[in-house]
């Protein structure tokens, strides 16, 4: 079992940032691949961000590219999502993900997932 906790988010203005993080206890994580996901109102839960725990590599979905930053500490067995030049259309709950899925591979979809957080709200405001 992999026990997630998130914390941070909140409101921001457009073109803001924030930062959420999400502490893992339970589990070693050097075999999972950590990961954030957003749901808007009305909407399915997308892919945002990922990170392979071992080697530090990260993947983004297209819409946050270059404006959204996954990172992890290790000793703090906490990973954390950087986000800056907020848009109203980021405006979701947030959530993040662990995922033990074959070496070399990275999931970007919710069924893939075995554990998650509570959930965070981010709100932009134009």
């Known amino acids: 079992q992999v026990q997630l906790v998130e914390s941070g988010g909140g409101a921001a203005q457009a073109g803001g940032s924030l930062r959420l993080s999400c502490a893992a206890s339970?589990?070693?994580?050097?075999?999972?691949?950590m990961a954030w996901f957003r749901q808007a109102p009305g909407k399915d839960r997308e892919f945002v961000a990922a990170i392979i725990w071992s080697g530090g590599n990260t993947f983004y979905a297209n819409s946050v590219s270059g404006r959204f930053t996954i990172s992890r500490d290790n000793a703090k067995n906490t990973m954390y999502l950087q986000m800056n030049s907020l848009k109203p259309e980021d405006t979701a709950v947030y959530y993040c993900?662990?995922?033990?899925?074959?070496?070399?591979?990275?999931?970007?979809?919710?069924?893939?997932?075995?554990?998650w957080g509570q959930g965070s709200q981010v709100t932009v405001s134009s």
């Open positions: 339970g589990r070693t994580l050097s075999a999972y691949v």
């Open positions: 993900a662990a995922d033990s899925p074959p070496l070399g591979v990275v999931h970007t979809t919710r069924r893939e997932y075995d554990y």
